[in-house]
């Protein structure tokens, strides 16, 4: 039996996955990001990972290793200059070739949830349509035409990166008011300490915890409890995401809009006040209509399984735009 190896790097965890043709996730491996602060170990744990996984399978052929990581370049195969990494730069698809003699391919993190759509989900049908991904880090796998939109270096679709906010929060990677900053996991929780540290902050749940040590799971569970303040974090949060989505339809003209990522799994906490912003901010002579959704690839599996789908690819579409030596 061939299976493929899918790789996703986030900025917080790795998921290595081992996934057949038909797009079953086998097996599974997470890797933790600050456990692996040297390129050195990070290989390393990428190796042993990687034999967990094939060793527990009997008569398996690795047909190939898909990857997908923030700051791509899928010219040369590396991983550069990702601001929510540690690896100034990572020559993952050389490391990966040379290790198990195998085709890799490499391609932006937000890529393959749209890869993922587009292969495996809701997106089968559609020829344009944008996955915006929140998790640490805000990105966007964008389709027109039927294609996927790379870029020169394969490094469009930087949506978290775009200024929403002149002069606002500073971000990683040197910018100040990226979208990121107020629309990831990381910037709910600073819109949560803004909120929380004003004068005219309610009662809140939130308050019986150390503000500094405050995560977005809290925040949700918080307003899954009803509890005010944190649904009018989710508001805030929303109603930027909202603002920039219609932005964003006015460039590409989607026919539907998937959100991913941790933060997406808050539900109607985060996409009613999306919506609503959406909807108020979309230029006229665009429909009312076009849905964002939930990504509808379940478990947080999209990522290793859009991996996998750059080297199941059987009419070539990714394989001449992604990396591959061997």
């Known amino acids: ?11 917080t965890n790795i998921k290595v996955g ?32 990687i034999h967990s996984l094939t060793y527990q399978l009997e008569n398996i052929e690795l047909a190939g290793i898909g990857i997908g990581s923030p700051g791509a370049n899928v010219t040369t195969g590396v991983i550069e200059n990702a601001s929510n990494l540690p690896w100034d730069k990572l020559p993952i698809v050389e490391f990966l070739i040379n290790l198990f003699n195998v085709p890799s391919y490499l391609t932006n993190d937000a890529n393959l949830f749209a890869i993922g759509e587009k292969v495996f ?38 949506f978290g990166h775009v200024i929403i906010q002149k002069d606002g929060r500073p971000c990683q990677c ?11 996991a990381s910037g709910l929780v600073l819109t949560a300490q803004e909120i929380l540290n004003s004068e005219v902050v309610k009662s809140s749940t939130l308050q019986d915890q150390p503000i500094k040590e405050l995560t977005s799971m809290q925040v949700m569970e918080a307003a899954a409890s009803g509890d005010l303040m944190a649904l009018e974090i989710f508001k805030v949060t929303g109603k930027v995401l909202g603002d920039a989505l219609a932005d964003l339809t006015a460039y590409f003209n989607p026919e539907a809009i998937f959100l991913a990522g941790g933060l997406a799994k808050a539900g109607s906490f985060l996409f009613e006040p999306t919506i609503k912003s959406f909807k108020e901010n979309l230029l006229s002579i665009y429909p009312n209509d076009i849905p964002i959704l939930q990504g509808s690839i379940q478990d947080n599996h999209a990522g290793v399984l859009g991996a996998a789908a750059l080297v199941w690819d059987s009419e070539g579409q990714f394989k001449k735009i992604h990396s591959s030596v061997i």
């Open 174 to 184: 040197g910018r100040k008011g990226c979208l990121e900053r107020y629309t990831s």
């Open 18 to 49: 081992l996934i057949n043709r038909a797009g079953q996730l086998l097996q599974e491996n997470n890797i933790s990001v600050k456990e692996c602060p040297s390129q050195n170990i990070l290989f390393k744990e990428l190796k042993n990972s």
């Open 121 to 158: 989900g809701d997106a089968r049908h559609m020829n344009d349509f944008v996955v915006v991904t929140l998790g640490t880090g805000v990105g966007a796998g964008i389709y027109c035409n039927g294609s996927l939109l790379q870029g020169r270096d394969g490094l469009a679709g930087e």
């Open 1 to 11: 039996m061939k299976v493929a190896i899918g790789i996703d790097i986030g900025g």
